[in-house]
Structures are given as C-alpha cells and as structure tokens.
C-alpha cells in the first residue's frame, strides 16, 4: 500500500438497521417489519395468525357480510364513505369489474394517500377508482363533482382504524404514550387536550353519557373537566386515580369509554352520522343498497332509528330487522371485530313526494 493510498480516510459503513428488538418489539416505531408486509410477509402472517393486528394495518370487519348485503356487480357505482386501510374497498373493486367505479373518501390527511397507494399498486386507475379527502357526510358534494346521479351501494364503516388506535402520535390510545390529541384530521378543530381544558364539569358529564353511556360520569366530570393533560397517560392515570375503589378489569374498561366519548366530541361525530344519515337515501341510485358497520350503542341507535323511519315511509322498500354480527372465527381471529354491528338498507325503487 503506497503512502498516499494510507493517508485517505477510511469510507464510511453505511448504516446498519436496528437490530429487530426481540420477538415482540413494544414501540409501534420499532415494528419495521410490521410497517413494510411486502418485504416481511412471513411476520406478518405469523401476527395475523395470532389474532392480531399488525402495527400500521387495518383488517376489515365483517367482509363477507358486507359483501353478501352490498352483492356488488360488474359496472355498477360504489362508494367506501371510510376508506380506512382499503380493505372493504379492495373487495368491492374487484367484483365491480369491468366496467364498475368506486369512490373513496376518507377525511384523515394522513393515512388517505397511503390507501390510494396500495389500491393503485393493484391495478386500480383513476377510471375505475378515485380517492377524495373528506368525512361521510361530505358525499353529495363528491358525487356532484363527479358528475354521478348516484350510488348503486355505499358502505360506511364507522370504527376507528387500526392505524390511528396503534400510532401513539395520533393519541386515540393509552397502549403508548402519546400526545392527546385525538382529531382525525390532524390540522382541523382542537385536540382532546384543548377540549378538557375548555369544558365545564356538567358538559363533560352529559359528553360521556351521551358518547360513552359511562356509568360514572357524575364522578369522573369534575375531576376532568379544566384541567390540562398533555399526553394520553397522563388522563389515563387521572381517570384510575379518580376511582380508586374499582378493580383493574372495569378501570380499564372506564378509561376506554372516556376515551371514546372524547373522540366522539373533538370530531363532532354524532353531527356527521346524522347529516350522512339525512342525505345517504338521495345519493343512491334507486334499489341502491347501503351498508353501515358501528362499533358502540350512541352510532348504532342512530342508524336504527334512521333506517326504520325510512322504511316507514316508503323510501327504503328493505331494511334488516336484527344487527348482524361478526362470527365466532372473525371475533377470534380479530377480537377487534367483536363489537361491530352491521345494518342495512335497499332504497325503494321511487320514493314518496312527501315523505314525513
């Protein structure tokens, strides 16, 4: 080696992934293998296998189902009012061809273009697939755009994405800390935080009974409402400190349904269901067919109560009289699925001059 060759500096290593952190890795930032299913399939598959979720996926409830009642059909019009992870739309696209369209919409910045991604990755162009940013009840507007008189189905699954409850960046869960922040649109409205800081003690008792049904929202309301809590730990433990007499098993399970009805207040939830529910019968085709998943009792009284006044006026000619649910083998293989109820309706083939 001449002296010349020995006076340069060494090349740099390039660097080296962290080593996967054990079999079961706890920071969802760490699930790289999770986060990249093309190159780490085997993984996947093995979580999957095991009842969960991968970290930065969405496994579509009740598919089947779904199907059965939508009975999508080569060329006909669809609407995924929740895109989500692109499951549910993923299915109906593929049975909707040739020939058939389907809209898209989610209202989440984030995790819509990631969708539009996977599905355009899989054949789908923008002749037979279109995503749109923006809620449910939104709809009309998008199909106006559009230039479509009307949907031949349109699916609505109301649950939060596996995707926003995994990320602790996105504070919809106490799983990792996180900021508590809660918006599905990130840049809109205020966070959760700014909302409890605002909110006087007999609002927030009438925000979990109305949002959660909680059974202990005279006692939790003061203890909550005024107060700053940066991260989604920090209510957490405010939450169990307030009710220190209450076994692990139902603190838990009254710190999810806090969670929830804050969710459902800084996204103005109820606001958007109804407004969807009022328009959804004009923005079918006639003998269109409409397909709503909820996952708590406040989303699905509301869907009950719509479909059934409906079908008392003539506008919907079919509605299911029971909730159906996910079977034995989905709530097992994806316990996520467990509390999801499915209602359904085919719009008449006319409806009424003056319904009431």
Known sequence: ??????????????????????????????????????????????????????????????????????????????????????????????????????????ADPAELPKAEARLRALGFGAN??????????????????????GADMILADLGVSSMQLDDPRRGFSTKNEGPLDMRMNPSRGQPASAFLARVRPDDLETVLIENADEARAAALAPVLAGRSFATTTALAGAIR?????????????????????LRIAVNDEFSALETFLRLLPACLNPGGRAAILTFHSGEDRRVKKSFEAGFRDGVYKEIAREVVRPGADERHANPRSAPAKLRWAVKAPFIPDNPV
């Open 1 to 106: 080696m001449t002296d010349e060759t020995a006076s340069q500096p060494a090349s740099p290593r390039p660097k080296r992934r962290p080593r996967y952190p054990g079999r079961n890795p706890r920071s969802f930032e760490e699930k790289y293998k999770e986060h990249d299913p093309e190159r780490y399939a085997d993984t996947v598959e093995k979580i999957i296998a095991s009842g969960k979720t991968p970290a930065g996926m969405h496994r579509p409830v009740m598919a089947r189902e779904i199907l059965e009642v939508l009975a999508p059909k080569p060329g006909e019009i669809a609407v995924d009012c929740t895109l989500g992870f692109g499951g549910h739309a993923r299915e109906l696209l593929a049975r909707i061809q040739p020939g058939g369209r389907l809209l898209g919409l989610d």
């Open 128 to 149: 037979n697939f279109t995503a749109h940013r923006s809620n449910f009840a939104g709809l009309p507007q998008i199909l106006a755009a559009g230039g479509i008189a």
């Open 241 to 261: 400190a307030a009710l220190p007499r209450l076994n692990k098993e139902d603190c838990d399970l009254t710190v999810r349904r806090v969670f929830q009805a």
